[in-house]
């Protein structure tokens, strides 16, 4: 490979895709400490699970949130003079309206009896 050859890789879509990789290494490391830090109230094991215990409501969502947002920088990033306006509208639709109906059913089901 030449140096020429290595530049043309730049191009608009490979160069996102490689920011898009820094920041996601840059993000994992930074919650990484932050989980690994006893000082820190930052917990990994939290996004999916509660008192150390596996939540599968909370690891199917993760996983579907993950796997979603991939799909909207894959679309983004290969197609983006045809990214469809309807995938940005739906995956906004189903991660507020997620998050917004979780508060909504917390907030009516009440403090915790024992």
């Not at 939290?46 to 979603?68: C, H, M, P, Q, Y």
């Not at 917004?100 to 009896?113: E, F, L, N, Q, R």
Request: proline share 4%.
């Amino acid at each position: 490979m030449n140096f020429v050859s290595f530049m043309n890789y730049f191009n608009a879509a490979n160069t996102m895709e490689l920011l898009l990789a820094l920041l996601l290494f840059i993000m994992i490391v930074t919650m990484v400490r932050m989980s690994l830090n006893p000082t820190d109230s930052f917990d990994l094991k939290d996004l999916v699970s509660e008192n150390g215990k596996l939540v599968e409501r909370k690891f199917t969502r993760f996983g579907a949130w993950i796997i979603s947002t991939w799909g909207f920088v894959y679309i983004l990033v290969n197609n983006p003079n045809t990214f469809p306006e309807w995938y940005f509208v739906g995956y906004m639709t189903v991660w507020v309206g997620n998050a917004i109906m979780g508060k909504y059913v917390v907030s009516k089901a009440g403090p915790p009896t024992q």
